[in-house]
């Protein structure tokens, strides 16, 4: 982090700043009420499965990879709040095993009631991060309001054939995870002054990591779904997976990377509401198994920002891929594997 925050940036959004999607019940009545676009052959992906980005065939070589993300500030310091929100949004290109190639700036800011060096700082982190990726700012939009809210618009591309949606896995299929989870808790904790500025910096660290690595590393491999663990939680975008690609998903809690003090911060009472609404949503979809209690439930659908990657890929190639995922200085770990049996459904095993 290169700057001093000048302001407590979490503490200026009504929701806290835990940048929190809208619920998926909420969202999926909303979407459910509108009418149905026209069909249109070119559209790979759309609504359907409620996948990470939009894919749209340009020609039988290319396709177009489109998304969106944006939020309020989830850590104090704007520079690495800017790297956060640049990462988080074009996540969802390597998602699709896509290359991202443009972004747009999506900016509210209170101008008159902030300093202006703030939204410097956050434009500058955005910047830095989205150079990291090779990536192109082509421009933005921005308005004057009284909560500051930062995000990107991405665009990439994909080769129709190489597609990698949340809705193909199969049974069989081992599952592996490339990031902690347990940020949505950490960043509470954040608004409440509970984390050491050292925990402050590796929460940072973790929501700030590209997933360019795990995507290129993963793109020669059999890898039949992917998407990437951000606000509806590991629970909630597993439970994706498991209904868009007609599997049923067993987990291994034991085997889920958690990041240091999660339990005890959920514990003490700092989660975030969107985790509460996540666990709400899923749970008549999820078998947990009977020694794991509520905590463990909570922080398994903590609502995440800028996650993991989570792959499912040919059980035969999974221990390669392990191997080379953390070679390649990503921290991966298989957490459990899709089923014949349930399908739609989550198990959870202690």
Request: charged share 25%.
């Amino acid at each position: 982090m290169d700057t001093a925050p000048t302001v407590k940036l979490t503490s200026l959004s009504s929701k806290g700043g835990c940048g929190c999607k809208i619920g998926p019940a909420d969202l999926a009545q909303v979407i459910r009420s509108l009418p149905p676009g026209t069909p249109n052959p070119d559209l790979l992906v759309g609504l359907e499965t409620s996948d990470d980005a939009g894919v749209y065939r340009l020609t039988d070589e290319i396709a177009m990879v489109q998304t969106v993300d944006f939020f309020t500030p989830i850590v104090d310091d704007p520079y690495a709040f800017g790297q956060i929100a640049a990462a988080n949004a074009i996540s969802d290109i390597y998602a699709m095993g896509g290359r991202p190639l443009t972004v747009l700036n999506i900016v509210a800011f209170p101008i008159s009631t902030l300093d202006k060096s703030i939204l410097a700082d956050i434009l500058r982190g955005a910047a830095d991060k989205v150079a990291e990726a090779g990536v192109t700012l082509v421009g933005g939009h921005s308005i004057d309001d009284k909560e500051p809210k930062f995000g990107l618009a991405v665009t990439g591309v994909v080769h129709p054939n190489r597609i990698r949606t949340n809705a193909g896995a199969k049974p069989g299929d081992r599952l592996i995870l490339t990031k902690p989870i347990g940020i949505g808790i950490l960043t509470t904790s954040i608004k409440k002054d509970e984390l050491s500025p050292e925990e402050v910096r590796r929460a940072t660290e973790v929501m700030a990591t590209l997933n360019k690595r795990a995507a290129e590393t993963m793109a020669p491999y059999d890898v039949h779904a992917c998407t990437d663990v951000t606000g509806f939680g590991l629970i909630g975008h597993a439970l994706e997976m498991a209904k868009g690609s007609g599997v049923g998903i067993r987990l291994r809690r034991e085997d889920v990377p958690i990041l240091p003090r999660v339990r005890e911060l959920a514990e003490r009472g700092f989660v975030p509401g969107g985790t509460k609404n996540n666990y709400n949503h899923v749970r008549a979809d999820v078998d947990f198994a009977p020694l794991l209690d509520e905590t463990d439930r909570l922080i398994l659908c903590d609502a995440v920002t800028s996650g993991g990657l989570l792959i499912a890929v040919d059980p035969a190639q999974a221990d390669a891929l392990l191997r080379d995922l953390r070679e390649a200085g990503v921290d991966a770990h298989e957490i459990g594997e899709a089923t014949e049996n349930e399908p739609g459904r989550i198990t959870v095993a202690d």
